[in-house]
């Protein structure tokens, strides 16, 4: 069973940036897809970025391309997400996510009933 910590949210203005870090343990990540995922008040919790277990792929939501950048580092069992730009609305609570399999593609997250899931950290961007 993969174990994950989520570091480096925070407060910040709207136009600033902040990256959020994903310490895995437990399992091999290198082989393990990884994913955010964020939940604003009131909300649903939302697909915002995967990566596949080669790190070649990547999926954003609309919401955050070209603003948002997921990133792995298997020499250290951690996967980011470099958030520019950020606006009032990236506002919430960011999960990690890993895939309960091996070898997953970009997508893993689709149809995945179960990630294993980490505890979360909150952004909060200031208009």
């Known amino acids: 069973q993969m174990q994950l910590v989520e570091s480096g949210g925070g407060l910040v203005q709207a136009g600033g940036s902040l990256r959020l870090s994903c310490a895995a343990s437990?399992?091999?990540?290198?082989?393990?897809?990884m994913g955010w995922f964020r939940q604003a008040p009131g909300k649903e919790r939302d697909f915002v970025a995967a990566?596949?277990?080669?790190?070649?792929?990547?999926e954003y939501a609309d919401g955050v391309k070209g603003r948002f950048t997921i990133s792995r580092d298997n020499a250290k069992n951690t996967v980011y997400l470099q958030m520019n730009l950020l606006k009032a609305e990236d506002t919430a609570v960011y999960y990690c996510a890993a895939d309960r399999l091996p070898w997953g593609g970009v997508s893993w997250y689709v149809g995945t009933p179960d990630p294993v899931w980490g505890q979360g950290t909150q952004v909060t961007v200031s208009s």
């Open positions: 437990g399992r091999t990540f290198s082989s393990t897809a």
């Open positions: 990566i596949d277990w080669s790190g070649l792929g990547k």
